[in-house]
């Protein structure tokens, strides 16, 4: 699946995890959840107001059956798990590498290990 990723840093090859919370944005996820990771989304024009003037936006690919998707749920975990660190925790333990999830229409994959960018457009 293709996906994007907005930064204003210039990536040389790989988008890290390792940089999850170094902005304001995501240092509130690093202080509720334990796990590093990386934001995607699915269509590059689905952009949330905060990142609207970013510098780069990243073109990753990712296999559709490394990232388990949440709204499809084939594996019933919502209704096993009452919470989505559980379900990031079981997923993880299995073959997948993130998870998918939408906000309304927007479709939102958060990978948990480094990825790869094919492209790069500079939009500042």
Do not use: P, W
């Amino acid at each position: 699946m293709k996906v994007y990723h907005y930064s204003n840093a210039k990536i040389s090859t790989e988008i890290k995890t390792v940089f999850f919370g170094k902005n304001l944005y995501t240092n509130r996820d690093k202080n509720i959840y334990n796990k590093q990771r990386v934001y995607f989304y699915q269509n590059a024009k689905d952009v949330e107001f905060n990142l609207k003037n970013t510098k780069y936006l990243y073109l990753c690919e990712i296999d559709d059956n490394t990232i388990y998707d949440v709204k499809k749920d084939n594996l019933k975990l919502k209704e096993k798990f009452k919470s989505i660190d559980k379900i990031i925790n079981f997923v993880l333990n299995k073959k997948y590498k993130g998870i998918l999830y939408f906000i309304g229409n927007v479709g939102i994959v958060v990978s948990f290990f480094d990825v790869e960018f094919k492209q790069v457009n500079k939009l500042f």
